[in-house]
């Protein structure tokens, strides 16, 4: 258990929708990452917030959309969904930057979201 | 930019043998080399990290790799294959030269069959 969590994790909607993943970081890490898994195009970058500021971005497209609240919790706004967008997205955390233990992620389960 | 190539999507190997999983990456700054592993339908789990110490690096499970600047790879090797190795195996980098900036870029994974 990597102390991060997410839920829902399975997801099942029509294309059009629009559908809100939700995380949780671990306990003190301020660092949330948002990635996406599909078959074609592999594990990709998303989003990155810290302490409720966005601070990269990646390859997201911009019907989706992300937000880091003040308890750290974050959510991922995916809309107007289409089949492509069927994949499994992952959420991560990181501490704050220290020596030693910089770019170490945590990931949580996932969410498996269908596109129907 | 930075990249990640995983040569070998599949590799078979029989229980006891040895493991070699290929990684090469490119990268403009020093880059922090890690390796995930991912069980099915589970999220990803951190294997082992290169953060510019030890060149050496060990990780969990009886796994380790060798950061090669020469050569630009961080192979992850096991001197023998357990079956509970059976996973899908990625190789990410991480660009640290922007502050707070931490994210990874992965390979396309490379899926580790154990034959019995």
């Known amino acids: 258990d990597s102390g991060v969590t997410q839920t829902p994790k399975h997801l099942i909607t029509a294309t059009g929708q629009r559908v809100t993943l939700r995380c949780s970081p671990r306990s003190g890490d301020l660092s949330v990452y948002w990635y996406q898994q599909s078959l074609d195009q592999g594990l990709q970058f998303l989003i990155q917030y810290y302490n409720g500021e966005e601070r990269a971005k990646g390859n997201i497209l911009e019907r989706f959309s992300a937000q880091q609240f003040p308890d750290l919790h974050s959510e991922l706004n995916l809309s107007s969904l289409e089949l492509g967008d069927s994949a499994l997205y992952f959420c991560?955390?990181?501490?704050?930057?220290?020596?030693?233990?910089?770019?170490?992620?945590?990931f949580g389960p996932g969410t498996r979201l269908t596109v129907l | 930019a930075q990249s990640v190539t995983q040569l070998g999507s599949h590799v078979s190997v029989s229980e006891g043998a040895l493991v070699l999983l290929r990684c090469n990456y490119s990268s403009s700054v020093p880059p922090y080399l890690f390796w995930y592993v991912q069980y099915p339908n589970q999220g990803l789990q951190l294997l082992l990290k290169y953060t510019s110490a030890a060149t050496l690096v060990k990780g969990i499970n009886g796994f380790e790799a060798e950061f090669k600047k020469s050569e630009t790879s961080f192979h992850l090797t096991k001197p023998s294959a357990h079956m509970s190795d059976a996973a899908e195996y990625f190789c990410?980098?991480?660009?640290?030269?922007?502050?707070?900036?931490?994210?990874?870029?992965f390979g396309t994974g490379t899926r580790l069959t154990i034959i019995p």
């Open positions: 990410a980098v991480s660009e640290t030269s922007n502050f707070g900036n931490e994210k990874l870029t």
């Open positions: 991560a955390s990181s501490v704050h930057l220290t020596s030693g233990m910089r770019g170490e992620q945590f």
